[in-house]
Structures are given as structure tokens and as C-alpha cells.
């Protein structure tokens, strides 16, 4: 089954305490993205990669750091989380190939909550 | 930059009644604009898209979308609302590499 997948799915830490939330995705995608999701904001971008080794800053980097090492693992490390990235994010991917406007899939989201 | 307005938070509806979730945007240049829906403990699931042509988008479970450029909107339609449909829609545009999204609008089919 074609899916992107999430680890783990829920997660409560402490500020301070670094963390990872793995995603990975089983289609070939060449792109990958990061998102959080706050009530009345809608989704927001953290950090999106165009391929291996590429990766850029969405509209909210701040306070992350994400690698592309392989094309079907895109990781999003919180080095010193704070309270204020509690959130509920997700991992979108997508063709490139055919239309930069290809439609994204998305994980089933990770909710995360700071101490 | 881009933006996206979702000026309802919550649309209401009686199941068999006609929807229309509502969305503008604002981009320079050509939109590039998406609808997408999040059922409970869901992910976003891709509805559809707009990207050239046709004015009236056909997309998946029956809904459509109207693209109105002098308006600067894209908003979602079904002719006859399901229960089932409750959820948050979110309308986003794509930039660049980038997909922005408005703030979602829940909606609520009663029975």
C-alpha cells in the first residue's frame, strides 16, 4: 500500500529534551515536506526537500533541523524543544516529475506536546 | 507572498442540501490552488486542483470547485451534502515549492 508513515504518533517531552520524528514514504517521491498544524492557522511549513541532500525552509523553521540522507526518509529533529512547538505536525511527499503541481500525500500526523 | 482566507470556521448544513466551503487567495502570478480534507485522526487527503483550463474543477467523493480569477476565489461545492462529508477543509495554494494553506473550515452535515 502506498502510504507515508509516521514515528511516533504521539509524544509527550520535556523543554530541552532533543527528540526526532521520523517519516518515511513508499513511492519513489522526490519531494518531502514538513508541516505543523495549529488550531485557526491552518498548516504551516517547516521545511520542505526537492530531492536527496536538498532541503529548504518553509514558512516556519525556527527552532528545527531536517536531513535527506535517503529518498524515502525525511527526519524532523526538535534539537531544544520548547512548549511553544507543541503541535500536531505532518509529513507530506510528492511526485516532481510530470507537474510541479502534483498533488501531496500526507501521513497520519504526530502529535506532539512540550512540557 | 501568497495567501489563503478561509473566512468561515464552521459551515453548517442539512444532509441532502447543497455546500459551499469558501476560499480566496492572494499570489502573484499564476494560482496554483488545492483543496484538501482532514477526516478525524486523519491526514490530509488531496480533494483536487486547479491548475489551467477548465473554470469548474471535478474532484473526488462529488465535490467541485469553482476557480474565479477576478475574484480571486476558489470555493468548494457539492450538490447534495452527506453526513459523511463532516470534516475540516483546508484550501491551499501552491508557490514556488512551497504549498500555503488557509486556516480550514470545518463542516458540520446534519442528519
Known amino acids: 500500500e502506498a502510504q507515508v508513515t509516521q514515528n511516533p504518533r504521539y509524544l509527550i517531552t520535556v523543554t530541552g529534551k532533543k527528540l526526532t520524528v521520523t517519516c518515511s514514504q513508499n513511492m519513489n517521491h522526490e519531494y518531502m515536506s514538513w508541516y505543523r498544524q495549529d488550531p485557526g492557522l491552518g498548516l504551516r511549513q517547516i521545511y520542505y526537500?526537492?530531492?536527496?541532500?536538498?532541503?529548504d525552509k518553509g514558512d516556519v523553521p525556527e527552532g528545527y533541523k531536517v536531513s535527506r540522507k535517503e529518498k524515502r526518509n525525511f527526519p524532523l529533529i526538535l534539537e531544544s524543544p520548547s512548549p511553544n512547538q507543541t503541535s500536531l505536525y505532518f509529513c507530506?511527499?510528492?511526485?516532481?516529475?510530470?507537474?510541479?503541481?502534483?498533488?501531496?500525500?500526507f501521513g497520519p500526523g504526530t502529535r506532539l506536546t512540550v512540557l | 507572498a501568497q495567501s489563503v482566507a478561509q473566512p468561515e470556521d464552521q459551515v453548517n448544513v442539512a444532509e441532502g442540501n447543497p455546500l459551499t466551503v469558501k476560499c480566496t487567495y492572494s499570489v502573484s502570478g499564476n494560482p496554483y490552488l488545492f483543496w484538501y480534507v482532514q477526516y478525524p485522526n486523519r491526514g490530509l487527503q488531496f480533494l483536487l486542483k486547479y491548475i489551467t483550463g477548465d473554470n469548474l474543477v471535478k474532484g473526488s467523493y462529488g465535490f467541485e470547485a469553482e476557480f474565479n480569477k477576478s475574484q480571486t476565489s476558489f470555493h468548494l461545492k457539492k450538490p447534495s451534502a452527506l453526513v459523511s462529508d463532516s470534516a475540516l477543509y483546508f484550501c491551499?495554494?501552491?508557490?514556488?515549492?512551497?504549498?500555503?494553506f488557509g486556516g480550514g473550515t470545518r463542516l458540520m452535515v446534519k442528519p
Open positions: 526537500s526537492m530531492n536527496v541532500e536538498v532541503t
Open positions: 507530506a511527499s510528492r511526485w516532481t516529475s510530470g507537474s510541479p503541481y502534483n498533488e501531496q500525500f
Open positions: 491551499a495554494v501552491n508557490y514556488g515549492n512551497m504549498l500555503t
